[in-house]
């Protein structure tokens, strides 16, 4: 029983947690087992290497650790770097905000650049910064590459070639939460030394499971490492690796179960044609924004994401309102504007195991909330410009040809 019962299906629409397709719910749908009997050594050892598959990478190793993203990103931190080391960090929303806090909580020297909520990272500073660093004191760039508080993404390829043109070793490490196996994803060609991201997004898992991908460049540098980390230490984890048992300490078996059937969700369909989808999902929504004659809190077509659009109200309407509305009348689950956009904003999440007639009932919704909350948007508008859009854009589904 619903702890807050509502007819039909609750229409999840935040930009995370996202909706559970029924493969994977029942993949979870077991008992426990005990994880150091064969049939789970097996099973993780298959998903390491798939794994991989979705962050584009031949040469990475991947760690999955019982953890949310917040685990993930402190894993990615504390096995590269020592306390007092110099990173370079982009302040663009709440959650890069986060990670800035962190990083600074951990000790380390951060040098925060900030941008306006609704632009990307400023690497026209990164390269004066990066020029300016003949002595190469700069241990790390941290981004997130898709910030979901404003719907912003970054240009990974433009950090890597900054990198690269000043002949700067340090380190890129990359929030991929809200991204990866949803976007345009690519960590051995971006040169990308730690990637990482989380089960309850467009893995369209619960909650639970961090999932850190670290380039060669970042093992080696792990074993110089001075921060402290016991639950997150990769070398914990390699060291049952070469065992062939894989876990220094007890997995989730349930969750195990669940990313084998949610790979096997991504790979039927293929990883290029699900990043299409959500291409399609993200220019549909932001057309029906468009017509309903609001405005989208990223400020410039090349930072639009695909996973998550922020739309901005008129002064006078409260985006809590709309959120709270949504989910008080239409049983629908739209984000919150956080911090500096709180009330300024809501935010329509389009990614995960998606389809275009759910994005549809869900623009359907929003229209009957702009209308509830006083303002005159004409009932059809967005869903009619969306619909044209999909209508002609939307491809055959592959197994069913």
Request: hydrophobic share 40%.
């Amino acid at each position: 029983m619903d702890y807050v019962y509502g007819p039909g299906r609750n229409h999840l629409f935040v930009p995370g947690p996202v909706n559970i397709p029924e493969p994977v719910l029942r993949a979870m749908n077991r008992n426990n087992e005990d994880y150091r009997s064969p049939a789970v050594p097996a099973l993780t050892k298959t998903l390491l290497e798939d794994v991989k598959q979705i962050f584009k990478t031949t040469s990475g190793t991947p760690f999955i650790f019982p953890t949310t993203g917040t685990g993930a990103w402190e894993s990615a931190l504390t096995n590269t770097l020592s306390p007092g080391d110099r990173t370079v960090s982009f302040l663009i929303g709440q959650f890069s905000l986060l990670w800035i806090d962190q990083q600074q909580r951990l000790g380390f020297n951060v040098d925060v650049v900030e941008s306006d909520w609704g632009q990307g990272a400023n690497l026209d500073i990164l390269e004066d910064k990066l020029a300016a660093d003949s002595a190469h004191t700069i241990k790390a760039i941290c981004i997130v590459h898709n910030e979901t508080a404003t719907g912003v993404t970054n240009n990974l390829a433009k950090v890597r070639k900054l990198l690269d043109d000043y002949r700067h070793p340090a380190l890129l490490l990359v929030d991929g939460v809200s991204s990866i196996c949803a976007l345009d994803f690519r960590m051995d060609e971006w040169g990308v030394d730690v990637a990482l991201t989380g089960s309850q997004k467009a893995l369209s898992l619960p909650t639970g499971m961090g999932i850190v991908c670290a380039s060669p460049k970042a093992l080696e540098a792990s074993k110089t490492a001075k921060s402290v980390r016991v639950f997150f230490d990769w070398n914990d984890y390699l060291k049952f690796y070469k065992l062939g048992t894989y876990w220094p300490y007890t997995p989730s078996i349930q969750l195990l179960y669940g990313l084998r059937a949610a790979l096997d969700l991504i790979f039927e369909e293929g990883l290029d044609n699900v990043i299409a989808r959500h291409a399609r999902l993200g220019k549909a929504t932001r057309l029906a924004v468009e017509a309903w004659g609001l405005k989208n809190c990223t400020q410039k077509e090349e930072w639009y994401s695909d996973t998550v659009t922020a739309v901005l109200v008129p002064p006078h309407i409260d985006g809590a309102e709309v959120v709270r509305r949504a989910w008080k009348r239409y049983n629908l689950s739209l984000g919150l504007g956080l911090n500096k956009v709180a009330g300024k904003v809501f935010r329509i999440g389009h990614l995960g195991n998606l389809n275009e007639l759910q994005l549809l009932g869900c623009l359907a919704g929003v229209e009957m909330i702009l209308k509830d909350v006083g303002y005159p948007v004409e009932l059809g508008s967005g869903v009619g410009a969306a619909s044209a859009y999909l209508q002609n854009n939307i491809p055959l589904i592959p197994s069913r040809i």
